[in-house]
């Protein structure tokens, strides 16, 4: 049974581009979180895709935007990258509306993203 | 102050060792409570996941959750080199799908 699948596992791109991360959640899961962690820091909430629309969004600017395909996969975009993007990117998956069933996800391995 | 503090360690601890790991928080909202367990080069597993303050034990981990001292810790008994990891200790609140994670403590169990 796959698990969460993260694509790429690297990245490397130059500031102000933009860059397209993708996920597919562990099977069974229909709902799909993306994280920000920074090197020696924990994991930071960005958003929360439910059903194909956005549930919850964190404490990221609009230049973090994401879609949920009906397959459940999701892509997290990031426009005008700045150096300060650079970090590992987390996809999560878990099942249904509850947030505290959501808090027992299932996370990839991520992406790591370097901003040069 | 963070809402979600956690000492970064790195600790280090023989083989067969009790392992004490400890987060305290400022939010008083958090009801429930999660360690997670990340490798290098991966992403967070999920160990443990309480609701209520008290003890919840699986195998050789203890998870411990004071609120009146909003005070969580994770005890590893007979730590084994393979628990050598980081671990995130994360806080969530009712209705509310933003988890809150702690900086993470690094562990090393030396053989």
């Known amino acids: 049974d796959a698990g969460v699948t993260q694509s790429p596992t690297h990245l490397i791109k130059t500031r102000g581009q933009q860059v397209t991360l993708r996920c597919s959640p562990k099977s069974g899961h229909d709902t799909v979180s993306w994280y920000q962690q920074a090197l020696g820091q924990g994991p930071q909430f960005i958003f929360q895709?439910?059903?194909?629309?956005?549930?919850q969004r964190g404490n990221f600017p609009d230049r973090f935007s994401g879609h949920q395909f009906p397959n459940y996969s999701s892509e997290l975009n990031v426009n005008a990258l700045l150096l300060g993007d650079s970090a590992l990117y987390l996809c999560?998956?878990?099942?249904?509306?509850?947030?505290?069933?959501?808090?027992?996800?299932?996370f990839g391995s991520g992406t790591r993203l370097t901003v040069v | 102050q963070k809402e979600v503090e956690q000492d970064p360690g790195p600790l280090s601890v023989p083989e067969g060792a009790i392992v004490s790991l400890n987060c305290t928080y400022s939010?008083?909202?958090?009801?429930?409570f999660m360690w997670y367990r990340q490798y290098s080069r991966k992403g967070p597993e999920l160990l443990m996941y309480?609701?209520?303050?008290g003890n919840k034990e699986d195998g050789r981990f203890t998870a411990q959750v004071d609120k009146s001292s909003k005070y969580i810790s994770l005890f590893i008994r007979d730590s084994q080199p393979s628990d050598s990891a980081t671990y995130l200790c994360a806080m969530g609140r009712y209705n509310n799908n933003d988890m809150r994670f702690g900086a993470g403590t690094r562990l090393t169990v030396k053989p």
């Open positions: 895709y439910y059903e194909e629309e956005e549930r």
């Open positions: 939010n008083s909202a958090f009801q429930y």
């Open positions: 309480t609701y209520s303050s």
């Open positions: 999560a998956s878990s099942w249904g509306r509850r947030a505290e069933v959501n808090y027992g996800y299932t």
